[in-house]
């Protein structure tokens, strides 16, 4: 397990706050605004992840509990914090990297965890297990960069 404080002191950063729902179309929609269309699929599946996380395990769809989003662009790089209101959680993720399907009996403690560890670079959570920082790499390419001179 990798668990660090995950300082947000970076000037750039957006944030999205909402009441625990899993009603999540209008904020995925808003975290995807800026990143490539040929990511948009499977981020939406990590991000939507992370969000019904926070909201049905971390905050208990309590409406009185807020699902915090902070989100930023830098160098390439894509990143989300995704912070809750919950009691947090020890972060566990059993499932081997190469076979993503869980026996039916394992399939609804951790299959998440793992399928974020699949989708993003890197997967951080602080010690109290109530903020999860994911970060994807995009470089693009120009044609030009590609040419053989």
Known sequence: ????????????WKTVSFASTLYLCPILDLLLEKIPKQLHPEIRLGLQEALVNAAKHGNKLDPSKRVIVKFSYYKGEY???VCDQGNGFIQECNCPLDKPDLPPE????????????QIFDQVL?????TQVKLSKQFHK?????LLIS
């Open 141 to 145: 390419f120009s044609k030009s960069s």
């Open 106 to 117: 394992e399939s609804e403690n951790g299959r998440g965890l793992c399928m974020l560890h």
């Open 125 to 129: 959570w602080n010690h109290q297990g």
């Open 79 to 81: 990143s989300w914090l």
């Open 1 to 12: 397990m990798i668990s660090i404080e995950l300082p947000v002191n970076v000037s750039n």
